[in-house]
């Protein structure tokens, strides 16, 4: 009964465990600071850029906002679908060479049966 608990325990923690590593999976989130948005986005003029009114700074607060609220969730997503592609594509078990280990039934060659 022990022994039952003790294993119960440890499968617990394991999965306890791997859910907390995939939850702290870092994403290459990429940072807009206020004077790239305020001349390459807004398409503000440097003059009022430098000035960093409230206004324009507010702006700059909601639009980076809304960003990245949907940039960790598409990120996400592109992950998730490499992964699936690696798996089926390059790690699918049909499609791998039989290993050079495993006996050969006799009376077969490499090149067929004799």
Same mark, same amino acid.
């Given at each position: ?48 850029? +430098? $000035? *960093? ?5 507010? /702006? ?7 960003? #990245? ?25 049909? +499609? $791998? *060479? ?5 006996? /050969? ?7 067929? #049966?004799?």
């Amino acid at each position: 009964m022990r022994k039952i608990v003790l294993a119960t325990a440890a499968i617990g923690l394991l999965l306890g465990l791997s859910s907390a590593s995939a939850q702290t999976m870092r994403y290459p989130v990429k940072s807009v600071d206020f004077d790239i948005w305020c001349t390459e986005i807004a398409h503000i003029a440097w003059q009022r850029c +430098d $000035k *960093r009114n409230p206004d324009d700074l507010a /702006k700059f607060e909601a639009y980076r906002h809304t960003i #990245e609220r949907y940039e960790i969730p598409y990120l996400k997503q592109q992950d998730s679908t490499l992964r699936f592609d690696e798996n089926i594509l390059r790690n699918d078990p049909v +499609d $791998k *060479r039989p290993d050079s280990t495993v006996q /050969k039934p006799p009376g077969v060659t490499d090149g067929g #049966e004799k």
